[in-house]
């Protein structure tokens, strides 16, 4: 399987660690949870209805 590395902004990543650590998991652990997620067929309507309200929520 090959590496995939994800730079994220350290304020952001600061953020995101002050929510987790309680919860005791990694940033690691997290993304990779959601990309099982993502490409679980089970999910497909739920994934798009998020990616199209986040898109909304960019303005893109």
């Known amino acids: 399987m090959e590496e995939i590395q994800i730079e994220v902004e ?3 990543l600061n953020k ?3 929510i ?3 919860l005791g998991i990694t940033p690691e ?3 990779e949870q959601f990309i ?3 490409v679980d067929p089970k999910n497909t309507e739920a994934l ?3 990616l199209d309200e986040w898109k ?3 303005n893109m």
């Open 36 to 38: 099982r997620f993502c």
């Open 56 to 58: 909304s929520q960019d």
């Open 29 to 31: 652990w997290l993304a």
């Open 48 to 50: 798009r209805k998020m």
């Open 16 to 18: 995101l660690n002050e």
């Open 20 to 22: 987790i650590k309680p």
């Open 10 to 12: 350290e304020e952001l």
